[in-house]
């Protein structure tokens, strides 16, 4: 069976990553592993726990576990650090077919594309059907931040991997401050931030709604 996945950590990112000195060593978990390539960061003095709701992508590494960011199985202050790139919250969280029947690239059509049946729909809890402009968006990942602060351990890292996007209203393009938001929504959960981090990367050009931010951020904070 061949896996699809929209949104695994690019390249450029676990490049950045595995060549930095931020990154702690212990036992980390990523609470939205997807098909697990944040494993490719472990060492002989890292562990990685990967968390994902969708079986199927889970399956793809013997460290990811099926599990619910919003209900981590864990007790508190468990891990020494946590890495994770969330959905973004951008046209990656469609669901409704091109009207043109040309290929479509989301959570949704690469899960029912993996599993081969078009009526699959995401776990209610998985937020990749949420758009950073809607208010559910931002509520969901308070409580996925929270849920990570809770098994952290004091002074732990926590490095979020996110973008701005751009969507157009009423015929104007218009930035989604996506990184702010995530940034102020962590730090009002007692997180603080230590540095942000910009990284190129190459981004997706499927649609007519093309224009892409060319770098993404890994924000690193710190559970005090």
Same mark, same amino acid.
């Given at each position: 069976m061949k896996v699809h996945h929209p +949104?695994?950590?690019s390249d450029a990112i676990i490049r950045f990553l595995a060549n930095s000195s931020i990154v702690p060593d212990g036992v980390l978990i990523d609470p939205f592993c997807g098909v697990g390539k944040v494993h490719q960061l472990a060492t002989v003095s890292r562990r990685i726990v990967g968390i994902e709701i969708e079986p199927v992508w889970a399956a793809q590494h013997p460290d990811t576990i099926v599990g619910n960011a919003l209900?981590?199985?864990?007790?508190e202050e468990v891990f020494d650090g946590a890495i994770t790139s969330p959905c973004y919250g951008n046209?990656?969280?469609?669901?409704?077919? +091109?009207?043109?029947?040309?290929?479509r690239r989301s959570y949704t059509h690469d899960l029912q594309r993996t599993v081969g049946d078009t009526s699959v729909k995401l776990h209610p809890d998985n937020s990749g059907t949420l758009y950073c402009w809607q208010p559910a968006y931002w509520r969901f990942h308070g409580r996925?931040?929270?849920?990570?602060?809770?098994v952290l351990r004091p002074g732990a890292t926590f490095l979020l991997n996110v973008s701005d996007c751009y969507r157009t209203v009423k015929g104007e393009r218009r930035q989604e401050r996506v990184v702010d938001t995530h940034a102020l929504l962590c730090l009002s959960l007692g997180f603080e931030l230590v540095e942000r981090h910009s990284v190129a990367t190459p981004r997706m050009r499927y649609g007519t709604n093309d224009h892409r931010v060319e770098a993404?951020?890994?924000l690193e904070f710190r559970r005090p």
């Amino acid at each position: 069976m061949k896996v699809h996945h929209p +949104a695994a950590f690019s390249d450029a990112i676990i490049r950045f990553l595995a060549n930095s000195s931020i990154v702690p060593d212990g036992v980390l978990i990523d609470p939205f592993c997807g098909v697990g390539k944040v494993h490719q960061l472990a060492t002989v003095s890292r562990r990685i726990v990967g968390i994902e709701i969708e079986p199927v992508w889970a399956a793809q590494h013997p460290d990811t576990i099926v599990g619910n960011a919003l209900q981590l199985p864990f007790g508190e202050e468990v891990f020494d650090g946590a890495i994770t790139s969330p959905c973004y919250g951008n046209r990656m969280s469609d669901s409704h077919n +091109a009207k043109d029947g040309s290929l479509r690239r989301s959570y949704t059509h690469d899960l029912q594309r993996t599993v081969g049946d078009t009526s699959v729909k995401l776990h209610p809890d998985n937020s990749g059907t949420l758009y950073c402009w809607q208010p559910a968006y931002w509520r969901f990942h308070g409580r996925a931040w929270q849920e990570v602060h809770r098994v952290l351990r004091p002074g732990a890292t926590f490095l979020l991997n996110v973008s701005d996007c751009y969507r157009t209203v009423k015929g104007e393009r218009r930035q989604e401050r996506v990184v702010d938001t995530h940034a102020l929504l962590c730090l009002s959960l007692g997180f603080e931030l230590v540095e942000r981090h910009s990284v190129a990367t190459p981004r997706m050009r499927y649609g007519t709604n093309d224009h892409r931010v060319e770098a993404e951020t890994v924000l690193e904070f710190r559970r005090p």
